[in-house]
């Protein structure tokens, strides 16, 4: 016969480490908020609620007058064009360092995975934006920087997924063709990336959902595309214009994401 | 077979790899000519010049005694922007993911759901969607404008865009779960809160914790990111440095952010197996 389990002594034990773990998560949100100097007043007064309510309505009613929408249109353009090369020079470069940050079989020593997931880890922490920042002093102000930044970030974000996808890829046909003594180079080639290159993909499309949003706002910073237009418009206080600005990056990300399923839909079926 | 050597051994599909990279390269092109991608403009020696002379600003990082404690007290305010405005979102997040869970609805224990409580989810999800659909970096610029700069324009951003994920990821976590048990409790005529304390908390908490925690790390780091636009923390003190070309101060910054997001990084998977 089976023991039953003992029951704790009593409720207050079983649980106490977990009441320990919520006491201190309430009072490090105590202690934020005291910290901060938040400005309730200014936020919450007639004052400030009259302005919010005057910028939404003016955001409503977006300028669609051709001579903005003529400025509008190349702002997108170079939001997309900076989101699908930024995204493709990153799963080049992931996957380039995807490889030696994977050990694929009990014999590969991966003696470059330490230096290559360091550097992998690193490139994700930072944000694009950030990035973004950092690379204004090299590359100038402009969607190169941008374009750049996303590169750098999503290398890091990507190069992790493929390391993992390509670690997790079966082994049968790598160890077939290594039996017969074929080089890894080949086995690389012709076993271990034709599996993983669904997942492969599916990861690259889902950055590229992440990186149109990105790309948007980027230009905050000065590295173009449509943030650079916000920003400019937003400074002078010009809501109309914000507001178009606001539904062509809401329309972009809307289309980069049916264009992804689109893809998806396609390369599986 | 193919022992024969040479033309057998060369890959069968080479015309339609070929192909399809000229395609890609003839569709490409248009879009490397908007992005102004002119990757040797790195190396133009002015431009190489100031940069090199930024980066080698970065050693020796600054680590005087001054520096240090206003970058600890900046990251601080960073990681409380992040925990304060992660708070504000569950108090936005978590009604209206409970206005907009569907398991929740009494009228559709018997049938469809009723015209009214349909529309008021609609509406609630639509403003879900607005909330999450503008990015963080964008409510912390409109605020900037309204509040003045600061941690308030921060927290209030986050707490918007992060309302509106929340939400929307409660709703979804809520309703895809076992819902019987809730269920049971309305049909034996329990209110819709009790049903959710008694019910779907229980039955979710670990993933609703988890899923939580993971939003908090997001959080911290998007905080320091709206530091960027004037909200205050390591953001602004890094943006500050990097107009000043001080390669020294940026080299410390951008070291204490990496060892903060590793960090809560930790914390964060430490959070959830305790807690899960």
Same mark, same amino acid.
């Given at each position: 016969m089976n023991e039953a389990p003992a029951l704790p002594a009593n409720w207050l034990q079983g649980r106490r480490r977990a009441l320990a773990v919520v006491a201190a998560l309430l009072a490090l949100v105590v202690v934020s908020?005291?910290?901060?100097?938040?400005?309730?007043?200014?936020?919450?007064?007639?004052?400030?609620?009259?302005?919010?309510?005057?910028?939404?309505?003016?955001?409503?009613?977006?300028?669609?007058?051709?001579?903005?929408?003529?400025?509008?249109?190349?702002?997108?353009?170079?939001?997309?064009?900076?989101?699908?090369?930024?995204?493709?020079?990153?799963?080049?470069?992931?996957?380039?360092?995807?490889?030696?940050?994977?050990?694929?079989?009990?014999?590969?020593?991966?003696?470059?995975?330490?230096?290559?997931?360091?550097?992998?880890?690193?490139?994700?922490?930072?944000?694009?934006?950030?990035? !973004? /920042?950092?690379? +204004?002093?090299?590359? &100038?102000? *402009?969607?190169?920087?941008?374009?750049? @930044?996303?590169? #750098?970030?999503?290398?890091?974000?990507?190069?992790?997924?493929?390391?993992e996808?390509?670690?997790n890829?079966?082994?049968?046909?790598?160890?077939?063709?290594?039996?017969?003594?074929?080089?890894?180079?080949?086995?690389?080639?012709?076993?271990?990336?034709?599996?993983?290159?669904?997942?492969?993909?599916?990861?690259?499309?889902?950055?590229?959902?992440?990186?149109?949003? !990105? /790309?948007?706002? +980027?230009?905050?910073? &000065?590295? *173009?595309?449509?943030?650079?237009?916000? @920003?400019?418009? #937003?400074?002078?206080?010009?809501?109309?214009?914000?507001?178009?600005?606001?539904?062509?990056?809401?329309?972009?990300?809307?289309?980069?994401?049916?264009?992804?399923?689109?893809?998806?839909?396609?390369?599986?079926? | 077979?193919?022992?024969?050597?040479?033309?057998?051994?060369?890959?069968?599909?080479?015309?339609?790899?070929?192909?399809?990279?000229?395609?890609?390269?003839?569709?490409?092109?248009?879009?490397?000519?908007?992005?102004?991608?002119?990757?040797?403009?790195?190396?133009?020696?002015?431009?190489?010049?100031?940069?090199?002379?930024?980066?080698?600003?970065?050693?020796?990082?600054?680590?005087?005694?001054?520096?240090?404690?206003?970058?600890?007290?900046?990251?601080?305010?960073?990681v409380?922007?992040?925990t304060?405005?992660m708070t504000?979102?569950l108090v936005?997040g978590w009604?209206?993911a409970l206005?907009?869970a569907?398991s929740l609805?009494?009228?559709?224990l018997?049938?469809?759901?009723?015209?009214?409580?349909?529309?008021?989810?609609?509406?609630?999800?639509?403003?879900?969607?607005?909330?999450?659909?503008?990015?963080?970096?964008?409510?912390?610029?409109?605020?900037?404008?309204?509040?003045?700069?600061?941690?308030?324009?921060?927290?209030?951003?986050?707490?918007?865009?992060?309302?509106?994920?929340l939400?929307?990821v409660y709703g979804e976590i809520l309703d895809s779960g076992d819902t019987g048990v809730t269920r049971a409790l309305l049909r034996n005529g329990s209110g819709r809160l009790q049903a959710f304390f008694f019910g779907q908390l229980p039955q979710n908490a670990s993933e609703l914790t988890s899923y939580t925690v993971y939003r908090w790390e997001c959080a911290i780091?998007?905080?320091?990111?709206?530091?960027?636009?004037?909200?205050?923390?390591?953001?602004?003190?890094?943006?500050?440095?990097?107009?000043?070309?001080?390669?020294?101060?940026?080299?410390?910054?951008?070291?204490?952010?990496?060892?903060?997001?590793v960090l809560t990084d930790r914390v964060s998977g430490l959070l959830r197996r305790m807690l899960g």
């Open positions: 908020f005291a910290s901060l100097d938040m400005q309730w007043s200014r936020f919450l007064g007639a004052q400030a609620m009259g302005r919010m309510g005057r910028f939404l309505g003016e955001l409503l009613s977006p300028d669609l007058s051709p001579r903005f929408l003529a400025k509008l249109w190349p702002a997108m353009a170079e939001t997309v064009a900076m989101s699908v090369i930024g995204t493709l020079l990153a799963a080049v470069f992931g996957l380039l360092l995807a490889i030696p940050a994977a050990r694929t079989h009990d014999a590969d020593r991966a003696r470059w995975k330490p230096a290559a997931r360091l550097l992998l880890n690193v490139l994700r922490s930072v944000p694009e934006l950030m990035w !973004a /920042a950092l690379l +204004l002093i090299a590359a &100038g102000l *402009g969607p190169f920087a941008g374009t750049m @930044a996303l590169a #750098l970030h999503t290398t890091g974000v990507l190069g992790r997924l493929f390391a996808a390509i670690e890829a079966p082994p049968g046909p790598g160890f077939a063709l290594r039996l017969r003594g074929i080089g890894e180079g080949r086995v690389l080639a012709y076993a271990v990336l034709p599996q993983a290159l669904p997942q492969l993909v599916s990861y690259t499309l889902y950055r590229w959902e992440n990186n149109i949003r !990105a /790309a948007a706002v +980027l230009g905050v910073v &000065g590295a *173009g595309g449509l943030g650079q237009l916000l @920003a400019f418009h #937003l400074g002078l206080f010009q809501m109309a214009e914000t507001g178009s600005v606001l539904g062509a990056m809401l329309l972009l990300v809307f289309g980069v994401d049916l264009a992804s399923h689109g893809l998806r839909q396609l390369l599986t079926r | 077979m193919a022992n024969t050597p040479g033309a057998d051994l060369r890959d069968p599909a080479w015309r339609s790899r070929l192909a399809w990279a000229i395609a890609t390269l003839v569709v490409l092109w248009p879009l490397l000519v908007v992005a102004e991608f002119q990757p040797w403009q790195l190396f133009a020696p002015d431009s190489l010049q100031s940069t090199l002379r930024f980066l080698a600003g970065f050693f020796p990082p600054r680590l005087d005694a001054e520096f240090l404690s206003l970058v600890a007290r900046e990251t601080w305010r960073t409380a922007i992040a304060a405005g504000l979102g936005i009604p209206l206005l907009s569907r609805s009494i009228s559709s018997v049938g469809r759901m009723a015209p009214l409580p349909a529309t008021v989810r609609l509406a609630v999800r639509a403003l879900l969607v607005a909330l999450r659909s503008i990015p963080e970096l964008i409510w912390a610029l409109v605020f900037v404008r309204v509040v003045g700069l600061g941690p308030t324009a921060g927290v209030l951003a986050i707490g918007l865009t992060y309302g509106g994920m939400g929307k780091r998007s905080s320091a990111v709206l530091g960027f636009v004037g909200a205050g923390g390591l953001g602004q003190q890094m943006d500050n440095a990097m107009k000043m070309f001080n390669g020294a101060e940026v080299c410390t910054l951008l070291l204490v952010f990496v060892l903060l997001v």
